[in-house]
């Protein structure tokens, strides 16, 4: 119990949470509807996440009833790579509203976090 008021005490004075505890944020950028391109992007970032397993169970699937295990041990790694374009790929065509939003929530969040765990003054 004693660590934890310790830690709470300790974060309460570091100069992040004195930022994120000063300007609350707000969402209300996600009220507005997001562009385009923005949806093309993130539709490809989920694509991304999407393609890479199936692919490799069906590369574990076939070097089994093949006998053949180089094609999965070659295959996997050559999968998750391409996954890995597909997701930049996304991200380069979602742009820089991707970091906008992300900022938004990820100082949201920040400010949930910190009004939790910084003690109250009283």
Do not use: C
């Not at 994120?20 to 385009?36: G, H, I, N, Q, T």
């Not at 295990?69 to 979602?94: E, K």
Request: zero cysteines; charged letters at 15%; aromatic letters at 18%.
């Amino acid at each position: 119990m004693i660590g934890l008021r310790r830690f709470r005490n300790w974060i309460a004075e570091t100069r992040f949470f004195k930022w994120a505890l000063a300007e609350p944020a707000d969402l209300s950028m996600f009220r507005e509807k997001p562009s385009v391109q923005f949806i093309l992007g993130m539709g490809i970032v989920g694509f991304s996440y999407l393609m890479a397993w199936p692919f490799i169970t069906v590369l574990g699937v076939v070097s089994f009833y093949l006998s053949w295990p180089a094609l999965f041990l070659i295959g996997s790694p050559l999968a998750y790579g391409l996954s890995h374009l597909v997701f930049l790929a996304g991200m380069a065509i979602a742009g820089k509203d991707s970091i906008k939003y992300m900022n938004a929530f990820n100082r949201w969040l920040l400010y949930r976090i910190a009004s939790r765990l910084v003690p109250r003054e009283e």
